[in-house]
């Protein structure tokens, strides 16, 4: 029996090495700069940091509720620093001593009997001096660690079928990548870009925007998700035809140009509701893109017909907001 490409991964719920790249991080580890010396004016207490350092006497391991918790004191070579370890840590306990310098990553505590590392990390050597994605573990089953080191062993060879799929289902909603590039704002990055930025961040600058940037993708794939259930589930249904205002009357007090999209989106429902088609449609767009106007208009040209149309809002004084901007619109309904 041969092994499974995705491993133990598949217990994630992944289920081709293509998913891989599209599984994302919840969070980010910056271990870019270790603390190296632990000079408590330095630092500022209650802040995360990472530090660099060496045992400074033999660890020691006591029993609270027939549960294991094990105190070190480290040094950077002249200071101290303390920490507690909980559980089994023995071979980690072995390994530090043998160790020239570990890491370290936790929550600095100085109060007037020391300086702690509270909810402290070890951390391997070879995630220091880069910024870390931090991925879902599957509980009693796959460890966040486990997840980003399956997640690393696949990433990179994936990312160009897994950026090819997204671009597919993209363009069946953009008739062109500047349309695309429009909508994310995102002029310079490819895909393949993004997921390399998303995996493995030069900085944390960088991982916030690509991810901001798959945001709003996963925003279009899940709407291109929705559409495909709605159109498998039902045909057109007929209902009576509504008559409204023509586009050109509708817009005459837009206080500024509507764009062609726009102006598309609006005539293809404006056709739709003239021919006696029933309209079931998702309207997806990010914050200031235009999406007010655009259902305005609709609900405008089903007012002019005499029509009754309700605007569902999140709060009252939103619900406000936009019933003063339709009603100056559409003053004459």
């Known amino acids: 029996m041969s092994k499974h490409p995705l491993g133990n991964l598949k217990l994630a719920g992944l289920k081709a090495v293509e998913e891989v790249p599209l599984f994302m ?70 390994q530090l001593k043998a160790a020239e310098r570990f890491y370290v990553h936790g929550t600095l505590n100085c109060s007037g009997s020391g300086a702690y590392i509270n909810n402290a990390r070890l951390i391997e050597p070879v995630l220091v001096g880069r910024v870390n994605a931090i991925y879902p573990g599957v509980p009693g089953k796959l460890k966040p660690a486990t997840v980003g080191k399956l997640i690393s062993s696949l990433v990179v ?41 998303i995996h493995f961040p030069e900085n944390i600058e960088i991982a916030h925007y690509a991810y901001s940037i798959f945001h709003k993708l996963a925003t279009l794939c899940a709407s291109d998700a929705l559409l495909a259930r709605a159109a498998a589930a039902k045909s057109i249904q007929r209902v009576k035809p ?15 140009q509507i764009t062609k999209e726009q102006r598309d989106i609006v005539q293809r429902h404006l056709a739709a509701l003239s021919a006696g088609e029933k309209v079931n449609t998702l309207l997806v767009g990010d914050v200031g893109t235009g999406k007010t106007v655009t259902y305005g208009l609709i609900a405008g040209y089903v007012c002019s017909a ?28």
């Open 242 to 256: 509504i008559l409204g205002w023509p586009l050109e009357r509708l817009t005459k007090n837009v206080p500024f």
């Open 306 to 333: 005499g029509g009754r149309v309700s605007v569902l809002l999140p709060n009252g004084r939103l619900a406000e907001q936009i019933h003063r901007e339709l009603s100056g619109v559409f003053s004459g309904v």
């Open 157 to 197: 060879d994936a990312v160009p079928a897994a950026a090819e799929k997204v671009r597919k289902l993209c363009l069946k909603h953009f008739s062109n990548g500047a349309g695309l590039r429009r909508y994310l704002q995102c002029e310079r990055m490819t895909l393949e870009d993004l997921l390399y930025a």
């Open 25 to 94: 991080p919840v969070e980010y580890a910056d271990y870019r700069f270790p603390v190296t010396d632990f000079d408590i004016n330095r630092l500022m207490s209650g802040c995360d940091y990472l530090f660099e350092c060496t045992l400074a006497s033999s660890p020691e391991t006591k029993f609270s509720k027939g549960r294991p918790q094990t105190s070190f004191t480290v040094t950077d070579g002249a200071l101290l620093l303390q920490f507690v370890l909980f559980g089994d840590v023995r071979e980690q306990v072995e």
